[in-house]
């Protein structure tokens, strides 16, 4: 670009710089992956590759669904890795898990990749009556995720998009969604109940508050154990006025072009 005598141009800040460590874990047990995130810093032990790599295309997702990875070696699900990031400069932490982190997958795993739509088996989730049964949030009853700070969450806060669980002695467990998106109750809930992914086709765009109960099935003992919760299938016609569908539909994925282990730190 040819400079004009007298021109005042912009500064561009300069991004922030990252020290990164990167060491496998061969001690790490089932339950054993965690995570430390705040502004700046971001700690992974135990994690798989697979796993990790989803979460950072993820975030490029215009939904909630958590992406697929496919190819690639064995070792990125059999190995574990404990992954270290330190920046010189605050870095929210949606850029450290999402930008930041891709940039060292790149740069330490020599990984590329792209992303790509496959026809697959998914589900279609749709309306049964007009109305169906959700109820609308009410405003004021639940609470953006930020990630500023510390990323902890008060004690008693409801996240919209996001459900909780209340246990009973007996009984199904209630679950109770505030100010959520079908989006985010598909990616947060739906999907990893059925195991596949699942394409809204109810045409609600609202924000609503969920209230059903689900848990896992218990055998019956002599007419003696609590009743047996429904299927999910049975609980969205039930209690929600929704219904899931067998079908194909495009899926957006990425795709593993290659890969190696880590360089050294």
Known sequence: MLALPGAVYPQVAAPPRAVTSVKPNGTCGYGSARASLTP???????????????TTYTKGLSTSRRVEVLGG???????????AIATDAPVKIEDLAGSVMRA?????????AHRENRDKPVYLLTVLKPSANLQVAKPGNCSAFSYEGDGSIPKGTNLCGYGSVKSRKTGPTINEWYGTTLDQFIGHFLEGQVGR????????????????EFDLPRPANGGDDPPVAADIFTLLREQLG??????????????????????PN
């Open 40 to 54: 700046g810093h971001l700690q992974l032990t135990c994690t798989s590759l697979r796993s990790l790599i989803a």
């Open 73 to 83: 070696p064995p070792w990125l699900d059999k190995e574990r890795f404990d992954i």
């Open 104 to 112: 060292l997958l790149e740069d330490r795993f020599a990984l590329k």
């Open 197 to 212: 992914p699942v394409l809204d086709r109810t045409n609600l765009s609202g924000r609503y508050d969920l209230r059903f």
């Open 242 to 263: 929704l219904a899931l569908k067998a079908g194909r539909g495009p899926v957006e994925v990425v795709v593993i072009d290659s890969i190696s282990r880590p360089s």
